[in-house]
């Protein structure tokens, strides 16, 4: 198994389709798109997950090139430095670290090579799981915000973790990146899987 954090691609549709299948919710974490075919999945690959730009990035969390998830920094704010970080995997890679090593990576490269100084991130507060990537990954748990979400008639509570970059990095190997992806917005992060800092 190989690792790995790089752009999406159109060729990637079919897995985003396998992925959306396999978990329908995951529809929730790409802004509720109804992704019935892999047409509807290379559209949204085209217009969301592989434009990049000075608001946001979305990588894909391959496994033998193979994309089983997504991690995105949205919502750069570069006059405070902050921006907003989402995670998702496939339901089968899922409680293997991926998702940790992938949001360790890209902390790095928002942190150490982009500058920011705060990440964000939310989970609803009935997904523990996500809980555990955010905490592993060195993402300190802030509050619980009420009622922040709705997903058809049903509300959810959202607890918001930050990671800044005066906190200590966690003992977690990041994912590597493969170089170049990150849309000329800055270094890759750690491209050759080194650890930095």
Known sequence: MTPLLRAWRPTDASALHDAVAADPSLSRQLGGAELPD????????ATRLAATGPGGHHLAVTVDDVAVGDIGLSALDRVHDTAWVSYWLAPEHRGRGLATRALEAVARWALDDLGLFRLELGHR?????????????????EGVERAKLRYGSERFDVETHARLATDPRPEVEPLPLRPGVAGGAGRPPHGDGAPGR
């Open 125 to 141: 507060t009935n997904n523990p799981a996500s809980c555990r990537v955010a905490t592993r990954a060195g993402f300190v748990a």
């Open 38 to 45: 892999v047409a509807d999945c290379a559209d949204l690959i």
